[in-house]
């Protein structure tokens, strides 16, 4: 079954370190995205990437990079240069345009210790 | 994107019809509505969308004001698997990025 996969599910990250949260697909979607979600709140766009080896910034993308070698790929680098990094990351992918709907993974809860 | 707005939380029964409204009264002619809904601890999962005319799928039905500043989700009978936030999203074909752009949307509550 085709589908999006994200890892790890939950992710404890010391201060000051960087971590890496993976996101894969087998869709054969070109687009691919990293939203962030706060307790309670909406989810808020960090990157994406409309074609490998090219990718945007969206509205928080401050102390997040990421890389797109492969279609099928779309890891998502929390720095240390983010100050409040716990949260929920989901990732999703989608074919291009608007007539399309996105499908999202399972995300990653991210926790600070 | 032009903004939606939904109420914070709606209840519904179980086995009821559920109305979930959305107002986008700046919508523009190139905007596409979609739904999304968000159960606990999950990733969102798409549900509907459309551009003019009324859409149905298994999961639920899409009805759009002829003006298209509103829109609403009906859910033809609730269950409690159905309790989520659902989200209103408008979508401009013409968005360089064409991302989802997510409100606070609306929790609904489904009682037994």
């Known amino acids: 079954d085709g589908g999006i996969t994200q890892s790890p599910k939950y992710l404890f990250r010391k201060e000051g370190q960087n971590v890496t949260l993976s996101c894969e697909q087998n869709?054969?979607?070109?687009?691919m995205y990293w939203y962030r979600q706060d307790p309670g709140q909406g989810l808020r766009l960090i990157y994406y990437s409309q074609i490998v080896n090219d990718f945007q910034k969206g509205d928080i993308a401050e102390g997040y990079s990421v890389s797109r070698e492969k279609k099928e790929s779309f890891p998502l680098t929390v720095t240390s240069a983010q100050k409040n990094p716990t949260a929920f990351y989901l990732c999703?992918?989608?074919?291009?345009?608007?007539?399309?709907?996105?499908?999202f993974g399972s995300g990653t809860r991210l926790t600070v210790v | 994107d032009a903004k939606t707005t939904q109420p914070n939380s709606m209840e519904s029964n179980e086995e009821e019809p559920v109305h979930l409204p959305c107002n986008h009264s700046t919508i523009s002619g190139t905007d596409y509505i979609h739904w999304y809904r968000q159960l606990p601890s999950q990733g969102p999962e798409y549900v509907i969308h459309?551009?003019?005319s009324n859409v149905n799928n298994r999961m639920a039905s899409l009805a759009i004001a002829e003006d298209r500043k509103s829109s609403t989700l009906i859910l033809h009978r609730a269950t409690l698997r159905d309790a989520a936030v659902y989200y209103c999203i408008l979508r401009d074909q013409f968005n360089a990025g064409n991302m989802l752009t997510f409100g606070g949307g609306t929790r609904l509550m489904v009682k037994p």
């Open positions: 459309g551009l003019t």
């Open positions: 999703a992918s989608s074919r291009f345009g608007v007539n399309y709907g996105y499908t």
């Open positions: 869709l054969n979607h070109d687009a």
